[in-house]
């Protein structure tokens, strides 16, 4: 069905997202059923707190699978935050854990020497070019609330960095995923512009 699943799982309040997406012209449904998920056009996977509670969340809610399953399929992704930190192989958020393995690399904490969590606006630099990016300059602002980030293993899938400490990657896009460490839904103009160039990228909605 020509819907997008936006993932319910218990991290975070979803409101902000849901009406984020609808404004650039998404049908969206807000679940926790894996048969949703199964007939999806596209899943958008948010979440803010803990990558083991959020991955003890979705085995238990048996939404894993039909994700996974969605993202080898083929078919848009979008993670938001937390989202885009579950998609690798392993963080250290805690101890150990194993995330979705679909990007290699891991996810680490924030370089001791900033304030952690690194809460606010902050600025967007490009590392290729893309139409995601359309309409989006070199330094403008997205807001984020994050203590960990991610490190690629394969620079080709990084989109964009940050500065903060160091630099790091605020999103990525390889193939049928795009996932940003920030929060769209939060970052006004720019925010409601990414959602956009994806929703277009992927056909989910059309330019009249």
């Known amino acids: 069905m020509d819907y997008t699943a936006l ?113 606010g606006w902050n600025q967007l630099w490009k590392k290729k070019n893309s139409s995601l990016l359309e309409g989006i300059k070199e330094g403008d602002f997205v807001y984020f609330v994050h203590s960990y980030r991610v490190v690629p293993k394969r620079a080709e899938v990084i989109l964009t960095t ?5 630099e790091f990657v605020s999103s990525v896009e390889y193939e049928n995923i795009f996932a940003v460490q920030f929060h769209p839904e939060k970052s006004q103009r720019v925010g409601l512009r990414l959602l956009k160039n994806w929703a277009l990228a992927k056909g989910l909605i059309y330019n009249l």
């Open 7 to 119: 993932i319910d799982y218990g991290m975070g309040n979803l409101r902000s997202v849901e009406k984020a997406l609808e404004h650039v012209g998404l049908k969206v449904i807000r679940t926790s059923d894996a048969d949703v998920v199964k007939g999806a056009r596209a899943v958008v996977l948010p979440g803010v707190g803990a990558f083991r509670d959020a991955m003890e969340n979705l085995h238990r809610l048996k939404l894993y699978g039909p994700i996974l399953s969605h993202i080898e399929k083929g078919k848009p992704f979008l993670g938001i935050c937390l989202g885009l930190q579950l998609l690798f192989e392993r963080s250290y958020e805690f101890g150990e854990e194993k995330g979705f393995g679909v990007l290699e690399g891991e996810v680490v904490l924030l370089p001791p020497k900033v304030k952690i969590p690194h809460i």
């Open 162 to 166: 940050t500065d903060y400490g160091e």
